[in-house]
């Protein structure tokens, strides 16, 4: 209904639609019913082909679970019902959009009513500008891509123009030498030359399906990695590397940081990992880069131009609507112990010398210090941690459509 709704009246697609849970919920509440119910939204939403997007409305705890368990992309926090339980000694969730904090009487002519006082996050969902309009929201960011390309075919240097343009969406973050050695060259007289042609750069946008923010740049790198070491080559794990890999393994040297407050790799990874209202070295929208960096690649792989690849795959009810279903299935096959077989040969295997080191500098940092890298650790103890791993990614895909 709410999906009908809003297509009804003319709300664009990437839309927030926050659900409400308006009264004080208790634990077993929120266990035996709440989440479950989000999980039909979520589900049901898929099946539309995500249009719309899903957010909760409720209290701190309501809706950190509730983001954390079912993946929505933002909070409505009902702050000021102070007698919520659930608003009494919670913390904010990070992903906070709008928080309802005081209400007072608004005086309109003869006419008088409540109306509440909401606070909003700089940088999260506002809600939306406008109905009637057929505009796409990705518009900006699919037009940038597209100059992009444009530029790369011009370019007098000559080159593949998908390369040309993953190493421009990746500079100059992820340009560094040792991303040269991950992703290949960033060609830096072709940098200054798009530089000249396209304009101001698109350095974010809303992802359609979900609704997290999207870092160009983080995604640009992992594709970059991917099309540049395709796998059967001899170098497939600098490709892993500039994505999934490497997140995964600076969240493995926070969990070590951290293993005194959580001695469980397990659950670890169900308090910070990839959640959308919890900012980790692997979050939410560093997942869905890495996932979609990976299925784009692929695509430009077999033949593809990048920016048809891109624009493709996040039309409305395109691939990104089953994202982590494809990613899984492509990157770990389908043995239900795929997942936690690979990410243990990918963060011990020492046969990439370069990767192997970078592997241990990056746990090094994320840790502060000195930490037991994951080939040293007891294999019960980086077994739980893996299949944290493997769970979170199984959970979202199976929040997908068939």
Known sequence: MAHKSADRHGFRRGTVIYFAVDFDATAEEIISNIVPYFHGVQSRLAALGRRYVAGVYESRNVCARVSREAFTAWSFVSGMSYRFSGNLGYPLPENWALNQIKEFRFQAGDDSFALDNDVHQPGADAGAD??????????????????????????????????????????????????????????????????????????????????????VDHFGATASGVLWNARGTPRPARGDFSGWLGDLASFYGEWRAASVSYPSGYAFCQARLARPDVDSTFSFNDLIEDVDGHL?????????????????????????????????????????????????????????????????????????????????????????FLHGYAEKLQALAQAEPN
Do not use: C
Not at 135 to 142: A, S, T
Not at 162 to 180: E, K
Not at 312 to 337: I, M, N, Q, W
Not at 339 to 347: D, F, G, P, S
């Open 130 to 215: 406008a109905v009637g309009s057929n505009v796409e929201p990705l518009k900006d960011y699919l037009d940038y891509i597209d100059r992009v390309y444009r530029a790369a075919q011009n370019y007098p240097g000559g080159g593949d123009p998908s390369v040309l343009v993953l190493a421009y969406l990746r500079y100059p973050h992820y340009a560094t030498i040792a991303w040269v050695e991950l992703a290949g060259p960033h060609f830096v007289d072709w940098i200054a030359h798009a530089d000249k042609q396209v304009g101001p750069r698109v350095t974010q946008y809303r992802d359609p399906s979900l609704g997290a923010i999207i870092d």
């Open 296 to 384: 784009i690649a692929l695509r430009t792989r077999a033949g593809t131009p990048v920016n048809t690849a891109i624009r493709e795959h996040l039309a409305e009810g395109g691939p990104h609507v089953t994202r982590f279903t494809r990613f899984v299935k492509e990157r770990y096959g389908t043995s239900p112990d795929g997942i936690v077989n690979a990410a243990r040969k990918m963060l011990t295997n020492g046969s990439d010398t370069f990767v192997t080191t970078l592997r241990t500098g990056v746990i090094f940092s994320s840790a502060g210090g000195t930490v037991l890298l994951p080939s040293a650790l007891p294999a019960d103890k980086l077994a739980a």
